[in-house]
């Protein structure tokens, strides 16, 4: 997506539950992501996705931009989700991308690819090459699993997965979503944790509960000190006596084109929020 399209809150509705798909539709975040793995049972997979059809089918959404996780099915997802790729559905996300194999076959649609095996981690520089990738999300639970791994409070136990994860996006100009986070009533955690993501260099972070929209949503958001400093570079910058300079002094610091970069960045951001 655009570096201005606010990417704070990417919700997890499990198509899976009636209820859940009830609320889709007026759930104010950034994204949905409709999910047909995890979240759905091996039983309930074809009643999900049936599910999703026709919320797709007859509602509108309050959330700008919606995706949809995939699962290999015994029916071709991608064939049934055809008619929407494109128009209500924005992009497929794929789970437990391992190798840019993974992402072979796929319609063509902006994918996000989840990083949550050791192997996807090492793989990266081959599955951020694949044609159509637009981001990748990290799934600390896999990813905790795979590595024999239990939840430390501070996620030292992933941190360095999650700064490849962040460094590789970069590298290749993709959105780069953190994990979810697990205990949905624990609000202080919640914010910690999206801190946390935030000072790693996460666009936004998935969640798992409406409940944490607003935290997140908080904490990802330009802050107030960031966009008045963000006004204050763009007004020295624009000042006639600093026209066509690279550099210039405010308030007795440095401020070079990249910080008028990131200026303007969380000023677009803060625009479309
Ligand atoms: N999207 C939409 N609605 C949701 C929701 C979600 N992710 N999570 C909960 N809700 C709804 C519930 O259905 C419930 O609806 P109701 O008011 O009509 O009863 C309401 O919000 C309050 O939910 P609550 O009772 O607090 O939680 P719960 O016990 O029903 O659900 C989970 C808890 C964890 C099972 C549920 O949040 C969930 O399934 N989350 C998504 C899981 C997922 O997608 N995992 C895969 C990615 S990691
Ligand atoms: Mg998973």
Redesign the pocket.
Known sequence: MSVHTPLRSV????A?????????AS?VCDA??F?L???AGAEEKESALARLVATLETSGFAAPVIWV?IDALAVPVTEVLKPFLGHRVHGLVVPKVSSARDLKGLPDVPLWAMIETARGVVNLKEICEAPGLAGLIV?P?DLRADLRVAATGGRAEIATALSQVVLYARAYGLDVID??Y?N??DEDGLRAECAHGKALGFDGK??????QIAITEAVFSPSNAQLSWARDVVAVFDAPENAGKSLVALDGEMVELMHLATARRWLGIQEKI
């Open positions: 919700l997890f509705v499990p899976a539950s009636e209820k859940a798909m009830a609320k889709a759930l949905i992501i999910d793995e995890d979240s996780r799934g639970n994990g979810v697990n949905f009533r998935t969640l798992i509960h409406p409940a």
